[in-house]
């Protein structure tokens, strides 16, 4: 795309961090939620798409950050963070479904991890009778099962579930396929759809030589019994782990803390192809791990049938010329590398037996699957989640099953169902150089991690939660994408006001002489809409039209209690400071609060109606930066200001004097001042003769 060149709209467009969560959260609306401070709204709006928030707010990949527009910038905000975030800072529940419990038909599902639960949720909140069977004690999969306790407590997962059990949802557990429960007589008992959403507990292994006799473990039973049956090492032993990916780095940081003297990954890949996430590798190094990319195990050294270590041979490439897992090794190159267990962490597959009898497997023991419809080779029977998919995400299990939902549902109702024909939205396209160069470069605020020396004696959860002022400014650091400025053709007249004043340049002069607002480059600074003479832009979300239409309400409350105080209009930034929960619930009997998405966007007219109202004078409160916060925004007090004196220079003009309107500044550093500062601004309003208007 050249410089200027404008994506086409369609409704189908989303801002790039939405479309790459493989469950489409309102990521955008959510993080400004919480950088104004509403807290309620944000929980509200994640919980509207994604029935496992404590979980993917502790452990989700967070694809949406790899997606973030902020990264033609610096760095993405810290998405997953702010979700934990909001998450235990509110406790708003879903609404309750406003479909008839039970009317959509019976469905059994088969598997409590993510997939399954997701599934649930939605079949639930359709009208469904939903039955979760899971051969476990407790439902939760693979994260309640493998995801060691210092990434992910059971008490995130306990909160999920709790509420995917207020839809109605059912849970039985000690129920196995192919033990003590079958699809035949799931059908039998009344179930419409039966779906089978089951993971992958079996761990690879390798054939080398002396992988045979004491010593070798697993990664996913080792996990499930260092997470459940407190298992500890004996002898202080040096531990190797064979693999490069999540598992095992969460292998060989729960071997750290179950006390291994020494613990050593092994891999094949080199250290930038390595697939566990970058975050991971870089924690367990920091934890003690020692890493040896490029380098395969060829033979396990035993002495006196005690493994003495590991023979490793270079691996020179993992995948060959067409992309496909085929290392190629240096016969020439070995070494030996110490240690006394070895555990492997190289994958997973699925177990065939629990399945066998129920539906129709291929020849290498996999679920005969359709993925268009969602449907095993037996009528009435769907399956999703790992079984079907091959290792990924929790948050992609969760898409999954959201696909199996709907596919269910339609079988219910009779009708046809193809995944290929559901439509997926586009995403926004990158920022352009000449609009990313001139955007504020503020740091990311990093979560709190306990220190490394003291989170490796024990499985306490490692990384901390934001506190509400590093929140509020990480979240702020969105760039809230397609939310600006839009140009109303019929009403411009094209004068150039707003191409002179953007500190972006996204509006644009066509060679024609008109202007084209480039709203996929905005920023939402809002300096332009009441700029303009027109009043030709608006912007696409109702953040500003929101706030301008509280300001009469809140002025004829004001009014109706005026005592001989004089009635104050505060309108103040609703990020940094003023996002704080002292500052939100705030209450003075003379002064009534306004809060916008930042003062830039106050226009002029809507100060001028409150007057109209009568009230005695106008605060407005900006952010003033400070060693906590930066404002993302260019020019804002220059642009106040000068409202602010065109504002007063006319109330003179009419004999209302002209100091009715002042502008203020409030720092975080400032904020136990808030109150003194509005009492200070209604006290020189004093010296003013009260509003004739009133």
Sequence with gaps: MTQHDIQEPTDNILPPCQVACPIHQDVRDYLLAIATGDFDRALALIKASNPLPSICGTICAHHCEDECRRHDVDQPPSIRGLKRFAVENSTVKVPPSEVEPGSAGKVAVIGGGPSGLTAAYDLARQGCA?????????????????????????????????????????????????RNLSVEQLQKEGYQAVLIALGLPVSHGLKIPGVEGEGILYALNFLKEVKRDNFKFEGDPTVIVVGGGNVAMDVARSAVRCG?????????????????????????????????????????????????????????????????FNPSYNEESKKFISGDIIIFAIGQAGDPEPLKGQVDLDERGRVVFDRRTMSTSRPGVFACGEMVTGPGTAVESMKNGRVAAQAILAHLRDEPFDSALLEEPVPLEKLESDVAE????????????????????????????????????????????????????????????????????????????????????????GLCLSICPAYAIKFKTPMVDDAADAIEPAVAELLEKANSAPAVLAVTCGYGAFALPEVMGYRAENIAMVRYPCIAKVDTLHLLKAIEMGVDGIVVVGCKEDAKASCPHKDTVGWVEKRIGHLNALLEELGLGATRVVYRELSFSEIDNFGALLAEAAEQFKELTPSPLR
Excluded at 500 to 506: A, E, K, L, M, Q
Excluded at 508 to 515: L, S
Aim: net charge negative.
């Design 130 to 178: 939903v039955t979760v069977f899971d051969r476990e004690p407790f439902m939760g999969g693979a994260v309640r099962h493998y995801i060691p306790f210092y990434r992910l407590p059971d008490g995130a997962i306990d909160q999920d579930i709790a509420e995917i059990a207020e839809q109605g949802v059912e849970f039985k557990t000690g129920m196995e396929l192919g």
């Design 260 to 324: 291994a003297a020494k613990v050593k990954v092994v891999c094949l890949e080199c250290g930038e192809e390595m697939p566990a996430f970058p975050w991971e590798i870089e924690e367990a190094k920091e934890e003690g791990v020692e890493f040896n990319p490029s380098w395969g195990p060829h033979a396990i050294i035993r002495e006196e049938g005690k493994i003495n270590g590991l023979e490793l041979i270079e691996c020179t490439c993992v995948f060959d010329e067409s992309g496909r």
């Design 438 to 525: 001139k955007i504020t470069r503020i740091d990311r605020h990093a979560l709190p991690m306990m220190d490394p020396a003291e989170r490796v004696k024990h499985f306490q959860q490692a990384e901390h939660c934001y506190d509400a002022v590093d929140a509020i400014n990480e979240a702020r650091r969105c760039l809230t994408c397609l939310a600006g400025a839009e140009r109303i053709e019929e009403l411009c007249v094209n004068c150039l006001t707003c191409v002179r004043i953007c500190p972006y340049d996204v509006p644009i002069v066509n060679v024609d002489g008109t202007v084209t607002i480039r709203s996929e480059q905005c920023q939402a600074c």
